[in-house]
């Protein structure tokens, strides 16, 4: 251990355009940083991200022959990738690069100080070169991928994943925790905006995955157990007959799905015979068992787009509204429909069409507000009073009505709390799984290898489930058809010396990357360890260390911070 | 030689790159090729994206560079489609790389002949807010960085020719043409805007200070022409109360376009908390007719924007914007629906959010392509319930905006659908020796 006497540092640092050198004064920074230990190279960059840069780095590694390189920028979280790609394309090992952060740290934190992020600029680069002497070459560790995906969920999400990663040649297993296959278009009468049989667009795709020979579905299964890691996950199913059956996949999907709110005691449901919610309405549809209306009173919103509690909007319900309200009237011309809505959301190319053709077809919309949502005032011989405040009208109308709808939100599995633990893959704020990136991984977990598609991951409908369910399919491939992958270097190692077996890693690593041995000593299964520390930061005989953050090269960057002389 | 695995991505925006770099990951052979100098599409052009407030071109860059870097990814930048043969499995593809007349192996885009360049144009990536030269890097994270010279506008004098320290351009260049053999096609051709000249009422075209959106976006850009500095273009005044008028062509029952664009609700948001956030004293109000907050968090994102920074939530369509000879104020003249009445509110500077639109080239590609476009141009997908990604010419995939309006996470979604479809012709096509690359 100690500082690589050989150790050649070349410095890169990054004007970001005007994002850090209108702040920072960086030629200044270059001048600082060359007069630093070991650093034998130092540039400015207009962007040093840019191919250009890129091209920077590798000619300064071939000239200068470095065998560190920093590069003083942003966050390593965006960009760090990207560098430690280009040294290992010039020949340096990936791990003897490190970054300093001096646009976020420094050209945005301080930018109506110009001179004091200049000189915390040239703090974070000493830092940074105190911790680059210290660098050790790390490799990433090859795992084998076992060519098979587990889809959870038999839904029209979980099948089309299925079935198109069966095409791609992979072999596919669903468990689905029902009796058979199908999901919440099982349900449904008619799909908007096609207004296609929902049984008509289910069945030939569950007869697919039935008969698709690279398929294996096990119905009335939930998964109880998931051990390992991309490429190789062994998982523990729970039949229906109580036993359990062991599968070895690669990667996993979840496309669980999602359930309709039940509005228990929201405008007397439950109470009144007459209160439904749309689900229920679509039952009736689809059994042909709609009783006549004179009058049907459709409420938006019922327990979403919700102060606190169901803060979000549930997205299919105004489009799902206005399809029962046109089956109601093709089937009933003659009865009154109205929809109260708070803000429509026909959104799209095709969803706006619908609410015309509806409004068109003598469908009534009132816009109410939150402050004064609609009541039932009073009941008489099985018929509901609604009042609401027409804001458009500005008054309130009552309207008479025999048959209320309350369109209620999508809400999460109450098993997803359960499978997201099993998986170890977190939720977000109202239940639903919480994906990778909002923006650009919208489909992947943050956990290597599992991916989500469907309502289990927010509500959506029909062609918007299909669309995430290909893209699962693409994604959960890649491992799959790679037969191999490498992971991550920087992981904890054990000291066995100074282990004394308390297992305080062991409960929190959030990966389940540690188990402890026959000896009692703990032990760590790399591929699984994602480096995130805390097993480190928590032992109490400080006998866990990390790769690439060692206690020597933290202390280092440490007393560099403080302006000591390098050690 | 080599076997016939290849897959052609038409449009280098952020749907088209997804749709390559899953394919190049699973070792397929991807040609991403892109009309412009430069890939990264309307995404670049974004300061900060919704709801997470990610700085775009800070999450977007790293994945340019990945396209230009990967080892099965060809980039064909400043090249366009001519013709295409053949079925799903064995597409011939002949395609046109139009002369940048730059040598691309010896520039290295430092861009010391765009400040010798004499020509001043506007600058398309800042909506025209701001000026390019007639050799020119797009933008400065440009992928490809090479830089291009515009022949339109190129008065031949020669002076990059004598300052280029690369020997990098070569005004005699002539376009190129491209034969490639692939499997599939995926086509992300993305979005433009509606020209809300059409919209004569709100002065678009004749106010400056009224602007559409993705102009006020480069406004708000550190990289846009104002080094983002929120100013009215007319007087450099810091304006103090902006006003967003939602549906600019868009949800229109009078002949523009009848469909909602998607997104407009929540960038408009984001636009307005980015101003806050430059300004807090500058009032911002947005003229809606619906709150469109379908997706994950956006409800969240608006409760935010209204509650912590007091954006002001109108329901009202506008009838009318008129410039105040005088005082320079623009003058919007609107319905509130809910508090009722015919209102006037002042503003110095109006955002319009226009409709998006299909690309123009979409009929071209179209037929060339032999796929079918709905009323809209927008690609028309198999079956919109179950092969949204399909068209209706087999082994030919659309993803992102040109399949309809969709944002970032939706489009990024698809791409990925589209690199699965594609994965499965492959799969299902007996590989055979195809001659392949460059004629």
């Known amino acids: 251990m100690g500082v690589d006497e050989k150790a050649r540092i070349g410095v890169f640092i990054c004007h970001c355009g005007t994002n850090i050198g209108g702040v920072v004064d960086v030629p200044k920074v270059v001048e600082y940083a060359k007069t630093l230990p070991n650093v034998v190279y130092a540039e400015a960059n207009l962007y040093t991200c840019s191919s250009e840069g890129i091209s920077k780095i590798k000619e300064g590694i071939a000239k200068y022959n470095l065998n560190r390189v920093i590069v003083a920028s942003c966050t390593p979280r965006t960009h760090g990738p990207l560098f430690r790609t280009a040294c290992e394309e010039a020949g340096v090992n990936k791990y003897l690069f490190e970054m300093a952060n001096i646009r976020d740290q420094c050209s945005w934190a301080h930018m109506h100080e110009p001179e004091k992020a200049t000189e915390k600029a040239k703090d974070l680069v000493r830092m940074a070169v105190a911790k680059a002497r210290l660098l050790k070459p790390l490799e990433e560790p090859e795992i084998d991928v076992t060519p098979s995906a587990l889809v959870i969920g038999g839904g029209i999400s979980g099948m089309t994943a299925a079935l198109c990663l069966a095409h791609q040649g992979f072999k596919v297993h669903i468990i689905e925790k029902g009796p058979e296959l199908g999901g919440m278009l099982k349900h449904l009468y008619r799909l908007y905006p096609t207004m296609e049989d929902a049984s008509e667009k289910l069945n030939p795709i569950a007869n697919a995955v039935k008969s698709n020979k690279g398929i294996d579905v096990l119905t009335s299964s939930v998964v109880k157990q998931v051990k390992g890691f991309i490429g190789n996950f062994e998982v523990t199913v729970q039949r229906g007959n109580g036993e359990n059956t062991n599968l070895n996949v690669g990667t996993i999907i979840v496309a669980t799905g999602a359930v309709d709110f039940e509005p228990v005691g929201m405008y007397g449901y439950g109470r009144y015979d007459s209160v439904i919610t749309q689900l229920q309405l679509e039952q009736l549809l689809k059994k042909g068992e709609l009783k006549r209306p004179e009058r049907v009173v459709m409420i938006q919103c019922v327990g979403a787009r919700e102060e606190k509690g169901r803060t979000y909007c549930s997205r299919i319900c105004c489009m799902n509204a206005i399809k029962n309200a046109l089956l109601i009237k093709e089937l009933y011309p003659e009865a009154d429909v109205y929809i109260l809505f708070r803000d429509l959301q026909t959104y799209g190319r095709e969803y706006e069409g619908y609410y015309l053709d509806a409004r068109r077809g003598f469908i009534e919309f009132i816009k109410y507000t939150p402050e004064r949502p609609p009541e039932i005032v009073s009941e008489l011989g099985g018929k509901l009073t609604v009042r609401v405040y027409d804001s458009l009208l500005g008054s309130d109308i009552e309207i008479e009505s025999d048959l209320i709808v309350l369109s209620t939100p999508l809400v999460p599995h109450e098993e997803a709390k359960e499978l997201s633990q099993v998986l170890k893959v977190p939720l977000g704020p109202n239940g639903f799984f919480f994906e990778a990136h909002v923006k650009l991984r919208p489909i992947d977990f943050a956990t290597d290898g599992i991916y989500v598609c469907g309502t289990a991951h927010s509500p959506k409908d029909t062609a918007e489930s299909v669309s995430q ?96 002389t390098f050690v | 030689m080599s076997k016939n695995e290849g897959i052609l991505v038409i449009g280098g925006g952020i749907a088209g790159m997804q749709a390559s770099l899953d394919l190049a990951d699973r070792g397929l052979k991807v040609y991403l090729i892109e009309k412009s100098p430069s890939i990264g599409g309307r995404m670049a052009q974004l300061d900060k994206t919704f709801p997470t407030m990610d700085c775009s071109m800070c999450i977007l860059a790293p994945k340019m560079i990945e396209c230009l870097r990967h080892p099965n990814i060809t980039l064909l930048a400043y090249s366009e489609v001519q013709e295409v043969s053949g079925s799903a499995g064995n597409f011939t593809v002949k395609i046109l790389k139009k002369p940048r007349f730059i040598d691309e192996d010896k520039c290295t885009g430092c861009g010391v002949c765009a400040q010798h360049c004499p020509v001043e144009v506007p600058n398309e990536f800042d909506m025209g807010l701001g000026f390019r030269k007639a050799i020119y890097v797009p933008f400065p994270q440009a992928v490809p960085l090479k830089c291009t010279i515009d022949e339109e506008n190129c008065l031949k004098c020669g002076l990059c020719e004598r300052i280029c320290g690369a020997g990098a351009v070569d005004l005699d260049q002539q376009p190129e043409i491209v034969n490639l053999t692939v499997g599939v096609i995926i086509v992300a051709t993305g ?90 004293k500058c009032e ?89 476009l709905d009323e809209y141009d927008f690609f028309k997908a198999e079956d919109t319930l179950l092969a949204p990604i399909n068209t209706s010419a087999p082994g030919v995939f659309i993803c992102g905006y040109c399949q309809g309006p969709k944002d970032i996470p939706e489009s990024v979604a698809q791409a990925s659908g589209a690199a699965a479809r594609a994965a499965e012709i492959i799969a299902s096509t007996p590989k055979g020796e195809v001659k392949n690359g460059s004629g």
Not at chain 1, 469 to 478: M, Q, W
Not at chain 2, 354 to 363: V, Y
């Open chain 2, 284 to 372: 911002v109000y947005i003229l809606y007719m619906d709150l469109r907050v379908f997706g994950k968090g956006f409800q969240e994102f608006i409760n935010k924007a209204r509650d912590e920074y007091g954006v002001k939530y109108i329901k009202g369509r506008p009838s009318s914007i008129e410039k105040d000879p005088e005082t320079g104020e623009l003058l919007i003249r609107y319905e509130d629906t809910i508090e009722h009445g015919i209102r006037e509110i002042e503003a110095d500077l109006v955002v319009l959010c226009p409709a998006l639109i299909p690309t123009r080239d979409n009929r071209k590609l179209a037929k060339i392509l032999n796929i079918e």
């Open chain 2, 191 to 280: 979005f433009e805007l509606f020209d809300s000249r059409r919209i004569s009422e709100y002065g678009y075209g004749r106010y400056q200070d009224v602007l559409t959106s993705l102009e006020f976006e480069r406004l708000l850009s550190a990289s846009g022409p104002t080094g983002g500095h929120i100013v009215r273009l007319s007087d450099g005044r810091i304006p103090r109360r902006i006003v967003f008028i939602q549906c600019v062509g868009s949800r229109s029952q009078r002949g523009e376009l009848p469909y909602c664009s998607s997104v407009c609700c929540m960038y408009a948001t984001k636009e307005a908390l980015l101003i806050k956030e430059h300004n807090p």
């Open chain 1, 469 to 564: 369910a290909f893209g699962v399919a693409s994604r959960a491939a890649i491992p799959l058809a790679l037969k191999h992958l490498r992971t991550e270097a920087i992981t904890a190692v054990v000291d066995e010396n100074l282990c004394s077996g308390c297992g305080t890693c062991v409960k929190l690593c959030p990966y389940g990357a540690i188990e402890k041995d026959d000896m009692g000593i703990a032990r760590v299964t790399e591929v699984v360890c994602k480096g995130c520390g805390v097993c480190a930061a928590s032992c109490p005989e400080r006998a866990i260390a990390m790769h690439h953050f060692t206690d020597e090269q933290v202390t280092a960057q440490a007393l560099a911070a403080l302006g000591r």
